[in-house]
């Protein structure tokens, strides 16, 4: 089991190493190659390297603990404005979020996805702290950087889950 899918799991823990601008941005851009309702490509993207802000989104939530510590921390951001693509905003961004999960393994580092959306709270934190203009919604947080466990498989697969034709 050498592919990226089945060694990505959710690390928490990283260490004290810069992450390569070239790595980070591949990770986004697999992020953008993912697809989208009307290829609409709704995503935008904030990265997160200043001490401060990490520190802020660190505590806007009881599980973004870890943002504080993490080299990097990427805000997933979705377009919210047009209204008959709206039901589709968690799934296009849910498809960006994976694709950027994977890259993240692909290069040899770890990640963490924080859910903000559909906490309003929380997004109206984030949006705040980082200046968001209106239309713009605040998705979710995704800390990485240089993992200091081992990303290594982990069986989760469950076939008692699956069904043919019908349940």
Do not use: T
Not at 68 to 82: E, Q, R, T
Not at 129 to 149: K, N, T
């Amino acid at each position: 089991m050498d592919n990226v899918i089945f060694k990505r799991r959710s690390i928490r823990r990283f260490l004290d190493k810069p992450v390569e601008k070239e790595k980070i941005e591949r990770i986004l851009k697999a992020g953008m190659q993912a697809p989208s309702a009307h290829n609409n490509q709704r995503w935008e993207f904030i990265v997160v390297d200043d001490q401060a802000k990490k520190d802020a989104v660190s505590i806007m939530s009881p599980w973004s603990g870890m943002v504080a510590k993490a080299p990097i921390s990427i805000i997933v951001l979705g377009k919210h404005n047009d209204e008959s693509l709206n039901n589709w905003f968690a799934q296009d961004l849910g498809a960006c979020v994976e694709n950027i999960l994977l890259q993240i393994v692909e290069e040899g580092l770890g990640g963490c996805w924080m859910g903000f959306y559909p906490d309003m709270d929380r997004v109206k934190m984030l949006a705040d702290c980082f200046e968001v203009p209106e239309g713009i919604m605040p998705f979710c947080v995704i800390a990485l950087g240089y993992s200091e466990d081992e990303n290594r498989f982990i069986d989760r697969s469950d076939m008692s889950k699956v069904h043919y034709n019908k349940y």
